[in-house]
């Protein structure tokens, strides 16, 4: 992996995931090391990168330019100074529910990039799950039957409004070409041309098909630590299980993606 050839990677789980050693990103982010880290995400969805802990916000900022234009959140602040990077602080409700970030809009995030900069002695782990195998998984028969639905997705942007976008349930990755489930508890409110209602079996199904234990990872957050995920082919959550009174807070940077198709 050039300029880091030295650098080593680990299965984080068998289902997602690798931890990678031996870079430094405030150091060697080139157009060749994200080159090298895009190739490794395509196959395991989300890099671990350890002791990163001397990057600034502006490293920050300028690493994730490598990997694309940068995609401002709708709702949440930018931290003073540095447009683009959000602080995540936890515990809130909406963390701790599976989902893919900011859905409702018509081009959400296609990669997130997060800097731990503190973290709880104990508790906030973040897990993700394989959207790919979620979808691959399922049934013939219901993957037929979801061939060529749309869901619509809500959210809030600004203050006050509330967004709309709808997706396939199906959606087929830009790069991969590999399709994955794209539907998520947090913002996906119902099948496009039906109800709540009619919409609700078949969405909650497909909602636990898609955190199945044997599709996930969990990470345990350090101080620097800095992971890079693919938001479209993944679900993440927080474990809500942080010793009172103490908090989890991360920096996070999303690259603009195209149009779910």
Same mark, same amino acid.
């Given at each position: 992996?050039?300029?880091?050839? /030295?650098?080593?990677?680990?299965? @984080?789980?068998?289902? @997602?995931?690798?931890?990678?050693?031996?870079?430094?990103?405030?150091?060697?982010?080139?157009?060749?090391?994200?080159?090298?880290?895009?190739?490794?995400?395509?196959?395991? +969805?989300?890099?671990? +990168?350890?002791?990163?802990?001397?990057?600034?916000?502006?490293?920050? +900022?300028?690493?994730?330019?490598?990997?694309?234009?940068?995609?401002?959140?709708?709702?949440?602040?930018?931290?003073?100074?540095?447009?683009?990077?959000?602080?995540?602080?936890?515990?809130?409700?909406?963390?701790?529910?599976?989902?893919?970030?900011?859905?409702? +809009?018509?081009?959400?995030?296609?990669?997130?990039?997060?800097?731990?900069?503190?973290?709880?002695?104990?508790?906030?782990?973040?897990?993700?799950?394989?959207?790919?195998?979620?979808?691959?998984?399922?049934?013939?028969?219901?993957?037929?039957?979801?061939?060529? @639905?749309?869901?619509?997705?809500?959210?809030?942007?600004?203050?006050?409004?509330?967004?709309?976008?709808?997706?396939?349930?199906?959606?087929?990755?830009? =790069?991969? =070409?590999?399709?994955?489930?794209?539907?998520?508890?947090?913002?996906?409110?119902?099948?496009?041309?039906?109800?709540?209602?009619?919409?609700?079996?078949? @969405?909650?199904?497909?909602? =636990?098909?898609?955190?199945?234990?044997?599709?996930?990872?969990? /990470?345990?957050?350090?101080?620097?630590?800095?992971?890079?995920?693919?938001?479209?082919?993944?679900?993440?959550?927080?474990?809500?299980?942080?010793?009172?009174?103490?908090?989890?807070?991360?920096? =996070?940077?999303?690259?603009?993606?195209?149009?779910?198709?």
């Amino acid at each position: 992996m050039s300029p880091a050839s /030295h650098a080593t990677v680990a299965a @984080l789980s068998g289902a @997602l995931g690798v931890r990678v050693d031996g870079v430094d990103v405030a150091r060697d982010a080139s157009p060749s090391l994200v080159d090298a880290l895009r190739r490794i995400l395509d196959e395991h +969805l989300v890099i671990h +990168l350890p002791g990163q802990g001397d990057l600034t916000p502006d490293d920050h +900022l300028a690493f994730a330019a490598l990997w694309g234009e940068l995609a401002i959140h709708p709702s949440l602040p930018s931290i003073d100074g540095s447009d683009g990077i959000v602080e995540i602080a936890d515990p809130t409700e909406l963390t701790r529910v599976w989902h893919q970030d900011v859905t409702h +809009l018509e081009h959400p995030p296609s990669v997130s990039i997060v800097v731990a900069r503190e973290v709880p002695s104990v508790g906030g782990d973040t897990m993700w799950a394989n959207q790919y195998a979620a979808y691959e998984r399922l049934s013939p028969g219901l993957r037929e039957t979801v061939a060529g @639905l749309y869901a619509v997705h809500e959210g809030r942007v600004g203050d006050d409004e509330v967004a709309a976008a709808i997706h396939p349930v199906v959606a087929t990755h830009l =790069r991969t =070409r590999r399709k994955a489930l794209f539907v998520n508890a947090s913002y996906t409110t119902r099948l496009d041309g039906w109800t709540a209602d009619e919409s609700e079996p078949l @969405l909650a199904l497909l909602y =636990r098909a898609a955190v199945r234990d044997d599709l996930t990872c969990r /990470h345990r957050w350090t101080a620097g630590d800095l992971v890079v995920w693919d938001n479209r082919a993944t679900q993440h959550c927080t474990v809500g299980d942080t010793a009172p009174g103490e908090r989890r807070s991360l920096h =996070r940077v999303a690259v603009a993606g195209d149009i779910p198709h």
